[in-house]
Nanobody
Framework: VQLQASGGGLVQAGGSLRLSCAAS????????MAWFRQAPGKEREFQAY????????SYADSVKGRFTVSRDNAKNTVYLQMNSLKPEDTAVYYC????????????????WGRGTLVTVSS
């Protein structure tokens, strides 16, 4: 499956952004979708995942209550709504597709998009 993330940009602290990730090539609803981020000099870290139908989600503690993951299987798209953004949220955000629920490790996801840069200014 090919993934293309978009929606990143520059935002002030306290602001919001919505990231999108469009999928193509395989049956989108067969995959658990996740968002990861990678800040300069740091490892890629899990942010959120959503199950095949969207009925189950999970978040990293650092974004719980601020970020919301959702998906539209009819549009082959997964979203990440990011509210109350902080400077420490600055990173390249990646969407990923895998087959196993509850995965929080990048190793558990088979397909990756190129990433979209989010910069939060203080």
């Amino acid at each position: 499956v090919q993934l293309q993330a978009s929606g990143g940009g520059l935002v002030q602290a306290g602001g919001s952004l919505r990231l999108s990730c469009a999928a193509s090539g395989r049956t989108f609803s067969n995959y658990v979708m996740a968002w990861f981020r990678q800040a300069p000099g740091k490892e890629r870290e899990f942010q959120a995942y959503i199950s095949w139908s969207g009925g189950s989600t999970s978040y990293a503690d650092s974004v719980k209550g601020r970020f919301t993951v959702s998906r539209d299987n009819a549009k082959n798209t997964v979203y990440l709504q990011m509210n109350s953004l902080k400077p420490e949220d600055t990173a390249v955000y990646y969407c990923a597709a895998g087959r196993t629920l509850f995965g929080r490790s990048a190793l558990e996801y088979e397909y990756w998009g190129r990433g979209t840069l989010v910069t939060v200014s203080s």
